[in-house]
């Protein structure tokens, strides 16, 4: 097979269309950027009207992290209040200036990263209980709001394509360890059709789509790839990644696959043979970018021993195969 730049395999990847190798964190081949005001502010109010209180001056933040910062004040305490209030406009000027300096788009795979999705933002809004609450107790007044979150993704959306971005990355929680904190029915009626706009702007221009979404999330994989998403970028600590794979076969793809724990707390050697074991459970025929599951700041020897394992055992065919 001829030599491929880190963009064409990683693509290759995504599309289980026989790469060369398994695409890996460290590799160069792909780069996450962002539009500006999609990380909230350190300290102080964001565009939604939602006041920051940086995170404890220890924390170590790593250079991909989405939140450097937490909610200390809501916009409102119900959603009939919410619509009153102004939403930031997905199209205006200046979201997408500079981001793509200095990229080499034929050599990298930019993924344009989302700000929280429409569950994440209404629990932003509101606050997590009453967002729930919301959703069960003023239905009418809360769709209303989560199809204006949805809106505003739709705009960035095409903002990042119009600025040459090649890919999406789209982010919502529903579950934790034991399973989602939402019913499936109210997610499916509630969320899913506003997920299903966002995510069509990339799937309609060819473009990749990643998900994130925490926790034990496979009550709402299928409707995500029937939505179009190629690749999930979920927990592995609370996920049976390698029952998702054998179940779901080349629909899925994946981006990640080293729990964030061993990667901030184990040695190398552990690294190692995590990375060994997530390209044998979900590398095979292509669709994993290999990295750790969550974006923080890992030690420099672990990050070395992830790229070391992917040089080692990512070529294909892989020895399982």
Known sequence: MPELTGRENLLRALRHENPNHVPYEGEGAWQLVDHCGRKPPREGVDEWGVTWAP??????TGRDEPLESYPVKYVAERTAQLNLASFPDGRATGLFDGMMDDIEPEAVLTIGRHGAGPLDRLCTLLGMPDALAAMLMEPDETQAALDRIADYHVEIARGYLAAGVDAGFLADDYAGQDGPYLRPAVWRRMILP????MIAVYRDAGAPVVFHTCGRAKAFIG???EAGVIAFNLQSAACDLAALKAEYGRQIGFYGGIGSGVMQMGSPDDVAR??????SALGSAG???LAPDQPLAYPAENLEALARAARRYGHYPLRSE
């Open 287 to 289: 669709g994993l970018m």
């Open 194 to 197: 506003g997920l299903r706009r």
């Open 274 to 279: 995590a990375a060994r074991h997530a390209i």
């Open 223 to 225: 409707d995500l790839i």
């Open 55 to 60: 995170l404890p001056s220890g924390y170590r």
